[in-house]
């Protein structure tokens, strides 16, 4: 009986009667549960690695003339998964915020990509006489931008802002995709199992000190500059300073910022509605400081 059972379970799983038709090697495969293997094989497969979402582009130095290759990811073909309140997009297998600075490794010079050729001949020179002249470039020969190297590159980037002395915008900019960079270093601490404590205090503590000075220079920007704004329309630059400044407790800056989002006929509803929950945010955290 038992042996019947076990038969008739057997058969159960497996297709048999193919070898009629031609398909006897197929008659030995379960219907369920046989290919447990070959599953977890193709899931490896098809799993995105971050080399795979990037190339080598070529561009000319403005300020030394020489041609280099730098690491760009390639446009729509990494996922979007979702967008933190503060605008930094997380992409699937891949952190594009390392990828947006343009470093020269034959002067130094470097800039964010949209950035790269916008120099006059003033810019040259000091950039010429404070850099070029005096940095030490590390080399690096992975074949994607590590988070040490990719936070090289963006020291490296705001050191020519400010030599240069860049608009208010540019600058805040930068520390404000250098911010994001140091979330992304964190999570990827994390998820790797690091222990370091005292380096994931200093990674956070570097990224509360990057979107301070973010939110400081787009602040003076806003007054001071036009838009589009680092390809920013206003309603976003103020939603910007909004959450920034939400983040420091900057609540009156918050606020009055939030209002204007939600009084004004430019703003669509999507931003409305993230306005809206900005601002049940602040409520909840002035709520909880009365506490």
């Known amino acids: 009986m038992d042996s019947t059972k076990e038969k008739e379970r057997h058969m159960s799983d497996k297709l048999f009667g193919l070898a009629g038709l031609g398909l006897d090697d197929l008659e030995n495969m379960n219907i369920y549960g ?58 699937e297998g891949i952190d594009a915020v390392k990828y947006d600075v343009i470093l020269c490794p034959h002067c130094g010079y470097a800039a964010l990509n949209r950035y790269f050729n916008s120099l006059n001949k003033v810019y040259i020179k000091l950039i010429k006489e404070n850099i070029s002249s005096k940095v030490q470039l590390h080399t690096y020969d992975d074949d994607i931008y590590s988070y040490e190297e990719a936070i090289e590159r963006y020291k490296l980037c705001l050191a020519n802002a400010v030599v240069k002395r860049a608009h208010a915008s540019e600058k805040a900019y930068i520390c404000l995709k250098s911010g994001w960079l140091m979330r992304g270093y964190q999570e990827h601490l994390e998820e790797s199992g690091d222990t370091d404590m005292a380096r994931l205090r200093e990674v956070k503590t570097m990224e509360e000190t990057y979107l301070k000075n973010a939110y400081t220079g787009f602040t003076e920007a806003l007054q001071t500059e036009g838009f589009p704004m680092c390809g920013m329309d206003e309603i976003t630059v103020e939603f910007l300073i909004a959450v920034l400044a939400a983040r420091f407790q900057k609540y009156d800056v918050a606020s009055r910022m939030v209002a204007t989002i939600l009084t004004s006929p430019s703003a669509n509803a999507r931003t409305k509605d993230k306005a809206r929950e900005l601002k049940d945010q602040i409520l909840e955290e002035l709520k909880n400081q009365k506490k």
Do not use: N
């Not at 293997?37 to 990037?54: R, V």
């Not at 003339?65 to 446009?75: H, L, R, Y």
């Not at 990494?78 to 992409?91: H, I, M």
């Open 34 to 91: 046989q290919d447990k293997k070959e599953e977890k094989a193709a899931a490896e497969a098809q799993k995105i690695e971050e080399k795979d979402l990037i190339f080598d582009k070529t561009f000319t130095c403005p300020v030394c003339g020489e041609d280099f290759p730098a690491k760009i990811m390639k446009t729509g073909k990494a996922r979007l998964l979702s967008t933190d309140q503060d605008l930094r997009a997380k992409y």
